[in-house]
């Protein structure tokens, strides 16, 4: 079994920044990709940013130039720096990973349990 949990978010003024965490732990083989999707109020969940296990990352054309994802292989952790906030930025983020499990080697996407954002003077 796979946990993914999340860390960071809350309330900042526009133009602030904030950093998200998310850890996988479990039995785990291998981590493919990790990333955060967000989903704002009325809207469909969208994808933020990935990062791969080579480490090339994408991201989604709003946010790019003041976000950067990151990883850390070595606590299957991976994190979003976000500076430069404003107000469209207000969602709940949701971390996720996908790799494969020890033993039957399964291939396993599990989500994290989501951290709001908010934007607001």
């Known amino acids: 079994q796979v946990h993914v949990v999340e860390s960071g978010g809350g309330l900042v003024q526009p133009g602030g920044s904030l950093r998200l965490s998310c850890a996988a732990s479990g039995s785990i083989f291998s981590i493919n990709r990790m990333g955060w999707y967000r989903r704002a109020p009325g809207k469909e969940r969208e994808l933020v940013a990935r990062?791969?296990?080579?480490?090339?990352?994408n991201y989604e054309d709003a946010v790019k130039g003041r976000f950067t994802t990151s990883r850390e292989n070595a606590k299957i952790t991976v994190f979003l720096q976000m500076n430069s906030l404003n107000p469209e930025s207000k969602a709940v983020y949701y971390c996720n990973v996908d790799g494969t499990t020890r033993g039957r080697g399964r291939t396993f996407e599990e989500w994290g349990q989501g951290s709001q954002v908010t934007v607001s003077s």
């Open positions: 990062i791969s296990s080579g480490g090339f990352t």
